[in-house]
């Protein structure tokens, strides 16, 4: 009966055995599936900032200089440079396709893209590279005086449509920065005087870039951003970008607390404290270029 009884065990022992070899076969021989996260399309994005917009303009608001955060903001995502930093701060190309610098460190010539085009379906040439060096030249441009200083003394000249030089009376070694500043176009802007920009439709009201989003509408209280159908690159997968204007912190933190906008840029280190003890915030950092 015992000997019976142990040669039961074994061959149930064996019959659980036999089934985790072939349920382990059976899986091995099945393609692995993987899920893949999918981003959501569509929709509107309402970032609440601290500030009101003056103009969006990036020669009056460059990102390389003091000015109104708000504007500096509105004019990288409607604007394009000549280059950009990415993500490890390096210069890299956007409106130029490469550059070369002369073995003196006095020139620098730039080839452009020849498939930019403005909002309004203009071409993007070097006339308008040309003319926005100039207008920060000019003796009446209303924007940091450091930036007309720099300028002052670089010579840029038109090659062709799709090439500019720049010559410098001595090496600067952070010149290639500078290239950063969003491009005005010259079409629209080749009448108005330089000390009339920042009171002009186009800053106050239509700006015109060749950058990923153009301005939808624009009042006191917000700007409201659509993607750019005619962008080289990809388009953005949402439909609207709404930045609303706050006089004080209070009233920003009040209405996202209430849901009525997505995310904010906090004005100091102090407030993420408060910030950190709101439920489902995500804080995210960033580097900052200066």
Not at 124 to 141: G, L
Not at 233 to 259: C, H, M
Request: charged residues 15%; hydrophobic residues 40%.
């Amino acid at each position: 009966m015992t000997r019976h009884i142990a040669w039961q065990a074994a061959l149930a022992l064996v019959g659980i055995a036999l089934s985790f070899i072939i349920l382990f076969q059976l899986a091995s021989s099945q393609t692995p599936v993987s899920t893949m996260e999918v981003p959501a399309t569509g929709g509107t994005y309402v970032e609440g900032v601290l500030g009101y917009s003056d103009a969006i303009n990036p020669i009056l608001a460059p990102t390389l200089v003091q000015a109104n955060p708000v504007d500096q903001e509105l004019s990288a995502l409607v604007f394009d440079g000549l280059t950009t930093l990415n993500a490890t701060g390096e210069v890299s190309p956007v409106l130029a396709i490469d550059w070369e610098v002369s073995e003196d460190g006095n020139e620098y010539e730039f080839r452009l893209r020849q498939d930019a085009s403005w909002h309004d379906g203009a071409p993007f040439t070097a006339s308008d590279v040309v003319f926005t060096i100039q207008a920060m030249q000019d003796p009446n441009y209303q924007g940091d005086p450091t930036l007309r200083e720099l300028w002052r003394n670089v010579a840029v000249t038109q090659i062709d449509d799709y090439t500019v030089r720049f010559s410098l009376q001595e090496p600067f070694p952070s010149f290639l920065l500078y290239t950063t500043i969003g491009l005005l176009p010259s079409h629209l802007l080749s009448n108005v005087a330089a000390a009339d920009l920042p009171d002009h439709t186009f800053s106050t009201q239509n700006p015109v870039g060749t950058g990923r989003f153009m301005v939808e509408e624009k009042s006191a209280d917000q700007v409201v951003l659509a993607p750019n159908p005619n962008y080289r690159g990809p388009t953005p997968l949402i439909d609207k970008l709404a930045f609303w204007f706050y006089g004080s912190w209070d009233g920003l933190l009040k209405d996202y607390e209430q849901g009525e906008i997505h995310g904010l840029h906090p004005p100091g280190t102090k407030d993420l404290s408060t910030l950190a003890e709101l439920p489902d915030l995500q804080l995210y950092s960033c580097l900052l270029y200066t």
